[in-house]
Nanobody, 119 residues
């Protein structure tokens, strides 16, 4: 399984970014998927997850600002990030979830995409 994230960049507080994740080597149709982030010195934090039936769940710090979505036809997931804050600065990764509620990543990590929120 290969995961390729894109769409990161540098934005000012209050700005928006849309991240994309292309999955190859497996079909994501029946799998839950998630977006994680990692800032220096910290472990991967699961910030958003989406089930195969499009049920979404968010960590409290991004609720009402981030929206996760998926395209099974394209084998991709997305993360629309709005009203970005400096504390959102991190490298963002996608992954297949072993189960929806466990949040345990199923595959090796991709290279991630850097998001920097700074004025």
């Amino acid at each position: 399984v290969r995961l390729v994230e894109s769409g990161g960049g540098t934005v000012e507080p209050g700005g928006s970014l849309r991240l994309s994740c292309l999955v190859s080597g497996m079909k994501i149709t029946v799998w839950s998927m998630g977006w994680y982030r990692q800032s220096p010195g910290n472990q991967h934090e699961l910030v958003a997850r989406i089930s195969a039936l499009n049920t979404a769940n968010y960590t409290d710090s991004v609720k009402d600002r981030f929206v996760i979505s998926r395209s099974d036809a394209k084998n991709m997931i997305y993360l629309q990030m709005n009203d970005l804050k400096p504390e959102d600065t991190a490298v963002y990764y996608c992954n297949v979830l072993s189960t929806f509620w466990s949040g345990t990543p199923h595959s090796a990590w991709g290279q991630g995409t850097q998001v920097t929120v700074s004025s």
